[in-house]
């Protein structure tokens, strides 16, 4: 008979970055991620100038990439860009990590190594942690999934993305998913 030994976040805060930067932690489990390809770096990055440029301008929030969020008392998610707004990101220790809870916008590029299961499990765990809204930008299929409480939207071909979180953004989707 074997037992599982299961970790609170904050025993997973506690651990060094050195022994957490390849896991994320998952109903008390450590759970190796799998690292991306140059194309799904380079799309994240992509996003991430898009975000920026936008909240040079507006800055109601700040962008981060690969943070650790805490999304309850034994589940802690890094999401390839996670977006804050509002005043509540002042209250981040920028020194420690996971950030206290979960971001206003997660952002997961896939990559061939998640399932569509995995992809949707992590997205619903975003949403049950208070993120309002979560981006799947699928690179292969040309789309990015919006997914939020209340609806799913599907954004393909020549749209862009926007969104109410940040008023006046907005993306091409041929910018955002061009070829490397």
């Known amino acids: 008979m074997s037992t599982t030994t299961t970790m609170t976040v904050e025993d997973f805060a506690d651990l060094s970055t050195s022994e957490t930067e390849d896991f994320e932690l998952i109903d008390g489990e450590l759970i190796p991620m799998s690292s991306g ?20 301008k507006h800055p109601i929030g700040m962008v981060l990439i690969e943070i650790d969020c805490r999304l309850g008392e034994s589940t802690v998610r890094r999401p390839d860009v996670a977006i804050f707004v509002g005043d509540r990101i002042r209250s981040v220790d ?37 993120t309002r809204e979560v981006w799947e930008v699928d690179h292969e299929n040309a789309e990015i999934l919006v997914r939020t409480n209340q609806e799913i939207r599907l954004l393909r071909g020549h749209a862009a993305l926007e969104t109410p979180l940040l008023p006046g953004f907005s993306a091409a989707l041929s910018t955002l998913l061009a070829p490397f």
């Open 37 to 56: 390809n140059p194309l799904h770096a380079r799309i994240r990055s992509r996003i991430d100038f898009a975000i920026e440029s936008y909240l040079l």
């Open 94 to 130: 920028p020194l420690k990590i996971p950030v206290p809870f979960a971001p206003d916008i997660a952002v997961e590029v896939l990559s061939h190594s998640e399932s569509a299961i995995d992809v949707q499990h992590k997205a619903l765990q975003f949403l049950a942690a208070g």
